[in-house]
């Protein structure tokens, strides 16, 4: 499982290609939404981002998390319509034929040092979303050392192409 | 100035290079590996806000220190943005704090 999602990852990352205000995904390379933004529309901090691919079975979603403070709690909200669920660095709500596989740069639950970030990588079987089109909207917010909640969100049509 | 925060002791060469740092007399530690601002202590100033992806709510941004008149160096911090200043103090060459 690890093996195959992981190649959402590491595919040489695409500047998103949006084309009638959709975001064009295919098979040879992730497309990235960019950084989440805010609700005043301004790159969101912390920075956030995922990524998409699609083979005939699946579409991979990457999560990227820049966090400070990694905590068990802390959640991806992602809705793929009709599925909704949340994702975290050690969780999620996800139906069971959706994979995820994680990779944490820091320490969890554990306030007295500097983490780098988590992310998540989502393989949905494709049976389980409405693929044309693909409504996608994902949020984040997460609680910085200097206090306050911070969110930033990213929502558009996936216009699958495997 | 040096990658790793002294907090920071899993990276390699962290602890190491500490050492080496730590015999030899400085007026700050410039610091980066994390990517945020912030005063880690009155000797060590983690300036990783230049465009890595942002890990707390601290801008983009960047430092400039100026030597002053006095001995002192005066460190500021702006945003990338607009250029506005965020954070502003200033150090006698030992380090201890000294008057803006």
Redo the contacts between chains.
Sequence with gaps: MAGRVRGAAVAVLALAACERGKLLVGSARAVSTGPFVDAAGKMA???S?ARFRVDRDYLYVTL?A????IRATDRFVVAIAPLSFEVGPTSSTAPPEVDIDRDVDGSIDDG??????WLAEVAIPLVLVDTQPARVAISRCDS?????R?CGSFATTLELRP | MRHTPDRETVAPGGPPSRQIVGRHPFTMQLVGHSHSYGRLSQKELLVGNGGAPATGSVPYGYVLAVRRDDGAIEFSAYRWDDNGRFDRFAVWPDGSAAPL
């Design positions: 901090l912390p920075y981002d990227y820049a966090d400070e403070d007295s040092d500097l983490d780098e970030e910085p050392k200097q206090g306050g911070r």
